[in-house]
């Protein structure tokens, strides 16, 4: 069954960013509960920033799931990234993606690689910025694999990261270095950007495909820009998708707003 998601930040410096809730794990698990979705997706500063144990009680209490967490706090707050030039920076990133995996998996869910994975700059060409991608996955990904759970790679689009910028291409290239237990995070919002057809790719990338960031074209709530949702839906179908819609989303006109029209959007092709 295709699950739904909300994201929330705690990290001030993302203020700004593509995510719904802001005020914290209490209110953002509530207000989620209260429209009906079934977990929470969350970015966090670091894993140690995370009350695992207040955590757990809180989903518990409003019967929700973690969907995900969230990485980018380690390139936001450190510029940490694991296709930096430096041996050091690069291994600081690893072991900070590491912690949110060993977070993730109390959870049962998955860490996200999306910003982390760095960009080709400086003396680091493309093919080595690549090469290094490859081995922090191929490291990565088996880490993951003892909680049970993938480890998500989000290709970005051409103004993020000029390494790989297309869902199949990045499905290829787990393929060609056979990376194991590792699966697209399909963001829409950098689909619309990058693919001719979100919902051609998501078929053409069939079983690689374990998240979907559940975002219109403008980044804001589904159905107030002009992706969509109805043939992506039906694609992740097809495919035998059973993964979270997760609204990483701008929250406009506010969260709360946001919010409803996620659901909203969710529950016109998946009704209940």
């Known amino acids: 069954m295709i699950k739904s998601a909300i994201t929330v930040s705690l990290v001030a410096q993302a203020k700004g960013g593509p995510f ?6 209490e209110a953002a698990a509530a207000a ?4 009906g979705f079934d977990a929470i997706e969350i970015f966090a500063p670091s894993a140690s920033a995370v009350n695992r144990t207040g955590l757990q009680v809180l989903l518990k209490k409003h019967g929700l799931k973690a969907a995900a967490f969230g990485t980018g706090g380690g390139w936001l707050m450190h510029k940490w990234h694991l296709t930096h ?4 920076i690069r291994s600081q990133a690893r072991e900070f993606i590491r912690a949110i995996i060993d977070l993730g998996g109390e959870f049962q869910a998955p860490a996200i690689i999306g910003s982390m994975q760095g960009k080709a700059e400086g003396d680091v060409s493309r093919e080595q910025a690549l090469a290094w991608l490859a081995e922090a996955l191929a490291d990565l990904g088996p880490y993951a694999q003892q909680y049970g759970v993938p480890l998500l790679y989000e290709p970005l689009n051409r103004y993020e990261t000029n390494l790989l910028n297309r869902q199949l291409d990045a499905a290829q290239f787990l393929e060609q270095h056979q990376i194991p237990n590792v699966k697209l995070l399909c963001d829409l919002f950098h689909m619309n950007i990058e693919e001719v057809s979100s919902a ?9 495909v374990g998240h979907i960031h559940f975002a219109d074209s403008n980044r804001q709530a589904i159905g107030w820009g002009h992706t969509d949702a109805a043939a992506v839906i039906a694609a992740l179908k097809d495919i035998g998708f059973e993964g979270y819609l997760s609204g990483e989303i701008l929250p406009l006109p506010n969260s709360t707003a946001a919010a409803a029209q996620t659901i909203k959007a969710i529950r016109a092709n998946l009704p209940r």
Request: glycine letters at 14%; proline letters at 0%; aromatic letters at 8%.
């Open 20 to 25: 719904v809730y802001w005020d914290g794990l």
């Open 32 to 35: 989620a509960a209260n429209l």
């Open 85 to 88: 030039a430096d041996l050091v």
């Open 200 to 208: 051609v790719t998501l078929r053409a990338c069939g079983g690689h």
